[in-house]
């Protein structure tokens, strides 16, 4: 059966919807102390100061921002001594010249360092710091983007960063840790800080995390709010037990759409609606309502600081400090195509990026019309070498004859393909595409329809490393018999029949299946870290079988995590839907 020869039985969503979707959902915790606002902060170290000396550190990520810390913080305290870590951190050329294998000189892709932190600093400047904080008494700060390295303090103090508020930032103009490239394009910038910068500081934060005593959010400037480090243990408890769902982030793209402005009421205030990131914990953040006060930080922070009750056991072991999981929207209602592109295999990834995996992803198709379509691996008898030839020569002519190459298959709502790493595709113009990867981090654009991106710049093409990971076979029979699911039912229940969305018969262990449900259907994360999307129906509950953790309710096209050690539960219409058969995806990895 070819996606082109079904007939939909569904109304298109964007013509009926009423938004329920949670812009910015936060998770309640009781925690017993809170510290909002700079003077609150300031009075409760005061309370840790003694005589005849004390040092206090404040550390944190790069972003942060340091004339707040030093005007609001650190002169409130007025100390004795204050010395900043930046006095022993090497030069930017020095950097730029040391770490310049990881950075590189393209646009977009680095390769991922291994670098720490230590690395930065001159050791001897640091232990002529450490001298004389030996050397004095009274209150002293270090402060600084690795100050531990110089003391971890009597007292220590780390400030949190979430990723986008960081990104949000160089695109204001902020410049790299220490690089002064306040001028350079974000598109570098974020590569730096992707492959070079967050790898190092997460290192090192996750071995502060651990032994700090406070910790403070950082990413309004207004509204600094600080825990103990007691409350924040039991904060990521709080979150590594029980469903969650990640502040979701919406930008703009020159194909991009307005389905997600018209249906969930995201992004109002853009252009359009090109991304919208729902379930990728590598970027996002989440926030906890803490005694009326708001608390935001990077959802890897789970990762770093409880990794195996977040993904469970199996996961960590195979893959470290990081979720395999994502999913995301790519919304093209009203906008254009994405980009002809290829993802890499795992071995050109690890030869060439230093990366431990590749990229595999799958399109589930949310919403579609009569124009949507999916680009979806070569037609048969397509040679590797000739297709090459055109998409050089496209570079050049602005002409590229897709039609002559690449197979384009009409789809409808719910439809579901499989896309592993080496296969050339594109999400078609007037679709709501809900893009489910196992690990992703690069994408080798091949054609870009002949388009400028808003700087005016047409966007990166890397046919070079495409060639290298398009696999020729995945051709147009192959893509029919493999790459499009059929959804087989596998199981049913009372009120529950259980469909197998996936498709590869090998590659990635990432699984996905989807239940169309009236009443209650059971769960059990089996020591690995699940993700569900609500894709048919207005909400529904999640509940804990022995009532460990609060219920939650998931609205239509909203993405939860549910953490390995949150154990069994149950998942059943609620409010609007009761009554109602609604559809729910299940992605997980079979490990």
């Not at 009326?292 to 072991?317: M, N, R």
């Not at 590797?384 to 002559?404: C, H, I, N």
């Not at 790459?483 to 990635?508: L, N």
């Not at 169309?516 to 894709?535: A, E, G, P, Q, R």
Request: charged share 25%; net charge negative.
């Amino acid at each position: 059966l070819i996606l082109a020869n079904r007939v939909s039985m569904y109304m298109y969503e964007v013509e009926e919807r009423n938004p329920n979707f949670e812009l910015y959902p936060m998770k309640k915790i009781d925690c017993k102390y809170v510290f909002s606002g700079f003077q609150a902060i300031v009075d409760e170290l005061k309370k840790h100061i003694v005589k005849p000396s004390t040092v206090i550190c404040i550390d944190y990520y790069y972003g942060v921002n340091q004339t707040l810390i030093e005007k609001e913080i650190i002169n409130a305290l007025n100390p004795d001594h204050v010395i900043c870590v930046d006095e022993a951190k090497y030069p930017e050329e020095v950097i730029s010249k040391k770490f310049h294998c990881f950075i590189t000189d393209d646009r977009v892709n680095g390769v991922f360092s291994f670098a720490k932190i230590q690395e930065f600093f001159d050791p001897d400047k640091i232990a002529l710091l450490q001298k004389q904080i030996h050397e004095e008494e009274g209150l002293i700060v270090v402060y600084g983007v690795g100050a531990g390295l110089i003391h971890t303090g009597d007292l220590s103090v780390y400030g949190s960063m979430s990723y986008q508020t960081i990104k949000n930032r160089f695109m204001d103009g902020m410049d790299n840790w220490g690089a002064q490239n306040y001028e350079e394009e974000y598109l570098r910038k974020e590569k730096r800080f992707t492959f070079l910068e967050s790898r190092v500081l997460d290192k090192h934060k996750r071995a502060i995390l651990k032994n700090c005593d406070y910790v403070i959010d950082c990413n309004r400037d207004n509204d600094f709010v600080m825990l103990t480090h007691k409350d924040y243990d039991y904060m990521i408890h709080q979150f590594v037990t029980s469903p969650f769902k990640p502040i979701p982030i919406f930008s703009k793209g020159v194909w991009g759409g307005h389905w997600c402005q018209k249906v969930l009421g995201a992004g109002l205030e853009l252009e359009n609606t090109a991304w919208g990131i729902t379930g990728f914990l590598d970027w996002q953040a989440v926030a906890a309502e803490i005694n009326h006060c708001v608390f935001e930080f990077p959802s890897t922070d789970l990762i770093q600081y409880a990794p195996k009750e977040l993904l469970g056991y199996k996961i960590w072991y195979l893959y470290g400090y990081r979720c395999p999981l994502h999913v995301n929207f790519l919304d093209t209602w009203g906008g254009e195509n994405l980009s002809l592109q290829v993802h890499p295999t795992l071995a050109y990834a690890q030869e060439e990026f230093n990366s431990s995996w590749g990229h595999y992803e799958s399109y589930y198709f949310l919403d579609a019309n009569e124009n949507s379509s999916v680009y979806l691996g070569t037609k048969d008898g397509v040679q590797l070498d000739e297709l090459v030839d055109a998409f050089e020569t496209a570079q050049v002519t602005g002409q590229f004859d897709d039609e002559k190459y690449i197979n384009n298959f009409p789809v409808q709502k719910h439809d579901h393909v499989f896309i592993p790493g080496g296969t050339i595709h594109s999400s078609g113009k007037d679709t709501l595409t809900l893009e489910i990867d196992m690990f992703c981090f690069t994408t080798f654009k091949l054609w870009d329809w002949g388009r400028l991106d808003y700087d005016g710049k047409p966007r990166p093409i890397h046919i070079e490393h495409g060639k290298n990971v398009i696999q020729e076979e995945f051709q147009t029979q192959m893509i029919k018999d493999q790459f499009i699911s059929q959804h087989p039912e596998v199981d049913s229940g009372y009120g529950w029949r259980k469909e197998r969305s996936g498709t590869m018969p090998f590659e990635a262990p990432m699984e996905v299946n989807r239940y169309w449900f009236k009443n209650v259907i059971h769960f059990d994360t089996n020591d690995c870290i699940m993700i569900h999307v609500l894709v048919e129906g207005e909400e529904a509950i999640i509940e804990s079988l022995d009532e460990s953790f609060e219920p939650m309710v998931i609205h239509y096209a909203e993405a939860v995590f549910v953490p390995a050690a949150a154990g069994q539960y149950t998942i059943r219409p609620y409010g609007k839907s009761q009554n109602t058969e609604c559809a729910l995806l299940e992605i997980y990895m079979d490990i």
